[in-house]
Structures are given as C-alpha cells and as structure tokens.
C-alpha cells in the first residue's frame, strides 16, 4: 500500500483557509461559482466539512487496501470498451459491471 506524505501544514489548515485560497484562485467570482448543479435541483459542492456530532462509521477493514473506481457510460460501445480497459492499464482497481459486460459482449482479451 502507498502511504501519501502531505506538506507539514496540510492537515492544520482550516476551511478558512481553504476558502481564501479558493478565492485568490477564483479571482473576483463567488465561491459559489464552485458548485455544481445535479438532478432534483439539488447542487454538489467542492468541499464539505465532516460531521462533529458523531463517530465517523469504519466501512471497511483499516488493512483492506482502496479501490479506485470510474464510471463509464459512453454512448459508443467500443469506444467505452476502449475506455474501460485503458483507465484498468494505468491503475483502475474496479469499474461498474458495465465493462466486465463489455469484455464478455465483444469477446476481447
């Protein structure tokens, strides 16, 4: 497993700080301008705080290694094998059953 080695201040900063940052980078627009609207009107945001009135729930065993995953919806069959099996080439340790489908549909190793 890889471990990652952050700068030495990464994990002190605060979302203050984030935010400033976030601002220079943005310059003159609103953070808002971060958000992304979805479905149902709703909007994902760039960065939300964990929750501070309660454990954080273990949904998987700490020795477990993490699975890296990407959706592929391509409109073109091959094309979306192609995908699937260059992004597996370079690290993708699961898809969606959607490549597995494509592997055994086109009949290609």
């Known amino acids: 497993m890889q471990n990652i080695d952050f700068p030495s ?6 979302q203050s700080d984030w935010e400033a940052s976030a601002l220079r980078a943005l310059k003159g627009a609103a953070l808002d301008a971060l958000n992304t609207p979805i479905a149902g009107g709703l909007e994902n945001k760039p960065l939300y705080q964990g929750r501070t009135d309660s454990a954080p729930l273990q949904l998987r065993e700490s020795s477990r290694p993490w699975k890296i995953i990407q959706r592929s919806d391509h409109p073109v069959i091959s094309e979306a094998n192609a995908r699937c099996w ?15 489908l494509l592997r055994v549909f086109l009949a290609v190793d």
């Open 9 to 14: 201040d990464f994990l002190e900063a605060t």
């Open 86 to 100: 260059k992004t597996w080439k370079v690290g993708l340790t699961a898809s969606s059953w959607f490549c597995l």
